[in-house]
C-alpha cells in the first residue's frame, strides 16, 4: 500500500503520531485510542504493508515502531512536491499571465 494512502485513515495517522513518539504494542495503542483492540489489530498490518513501520515479537505481543527507511522515503516524497509546488509558485510570481494580474 501506498504509504499516503496508508495515512490517509484517521485512526492509522493516530497509531503513526503515537509510534513516532515511542515503540508500542496494540494494547497500549488500544488503551491510547477510543478504538477497541480488536479494531485497532489491523492498522498496524497496512502501516507494516506501507513500509511505515516495523515490529518485532516480544513474547506473546508484537512491538510496532516507526520504520526510519519507510518514513525516510515518504519525507523524500514530500519534499519533492513541496520543492515542485515552490518553483510553480516562483514561476508564476515572476511570470504572471493576464489571468493572474
Not at 38 to 43: C, G, K, L, N, R
Amino acid at each position: 500500500m501506498d504509504p499516503l494512502t496508508a495515512l490517509g485513515d484517521p485512526t492509522r495517522r493516530a497509531i503513526f503520531e503515537h509510534l513516532a513518539e515511542r515503540p508500542r504494542a496494540v494494547v497500549e495503542l488500544a488503551h491510547a485510542l477510543p478504538v477497541s483492540r480488536p479494531a485497532i489489530s489491523q492498522h498496524p498490518k497496512v502501516l507494516k504493508q506501507a513500509r511505515l513501520v516495523t515490529d518485532r515479537a516480544a513474547g506473546t505481543r508484537r512491538i510496532y515502531r516507526l520504520d526510519p527507511n519507510g518514513v525516510g522515503a515518504l519525507r523524500a516524497d514530500l519534499e519533492r512536491y513541496w520543492n515542485q509546488a515552490l518553483a510553480a509558485y516562483k514561476a508564476i510570481v515572476e511570470h504572471p499571465t493576464e489571468e493572474e494580474r
